[in-house]
């Protein structure tokens, strides 16, 4: 069986984005790989002007909560570092069984890549210039133009998503039922760098 493989484009991110960004790739990801009966709901994101489709399941929504919460103590745990999360999905094969065993294999499909550079802010000196009323706090700019960037980064992601789905879909097995997310996933988190 073929396995694809799609790397997303990397993202650099702050502490605080991580998770709606997060939640949006993962959630458009299994959203279009989710070939039976769906109840589609819409999120708008809140730190952009982006809204995404997800598939209206509960227990969908909690997974991803929790390898998100996972994957922000991983970021806390080892900062700078280079952090990937990947969105796998398999099909199970029982395997030939023996006397005492019933062995099943997870044959992988499909494998997505989700790059996060979490950017680490220097602390800043709080003293006060005696010219701040002359001041334009440059960071504000910056930060403007850098989540710009960002949101035009993402944008960029949800559209690879789309492409590659539409694209590749010679590997996708069989459809095993038809209710939600047909078939079986996991949510693994690794360090890059």
């Known amino acids: ?41 819409d999120v708008d994101l809140e ?11 509960m227990e969908l929504e909690r997974k991803i909560d929790e390898k998100i919460d996972q994957f922000i103590d991983r970021v806390e745990k ?4 280079k952090n990937q999360i990947c969105l796998s999905f398999y099909e199970v ?11 099943v294999e997870r044959l992988f499909w499909e494998h997505w890549y989700i790059n996060l550079n ?10 006060k210039s ?13 930060r403007g133009a850098r989540r710009a960037a960002l949101e035009a ?16 879909k010679d590997h996708v097995p069989s459809i095993p039922n038809v209710e939600g997310i047909p078939f079986p996933y996991e949510i693994t988190i690794s360090r890059c760098t």
């Open 153 to 168: 980064s993402l944008r960029d992601v949800l559209f690879q998503i789309i492409k590659f789905v539409n694209e590749k």
């Open 93 to 103: 094969k029982n395997k030939h069984a023996t006397w005492f065993t019933n062995k």
């Open 1 to 41: 069986m073929n396995c694809e493989v799609c790397q997303l484009k990397e993202l650099e991110v702050e502490h605080f984005e991580i998770r709606e960004v997060l939640r949006c790739i993962l959630h458009t990801i299994l959203f279009h790989r989710a070939l039976g009966l769906v109840r589609p709901k």
């Open 78 to 81: 080892h900062p700078n570092k």
């Open 118 to 127: 979490v950017m680490q802010h220097p602390k800043t000196p709080s003293g």
């Open 47 to 57: 730190l952009f002007e982006i809204t995404y489709v997800q598939c209206g399941d």
């Open 130 to 142: 005696h010219h701040s009323k002359l001041v334009v706090d440059p960071g504000v700019e910056a």
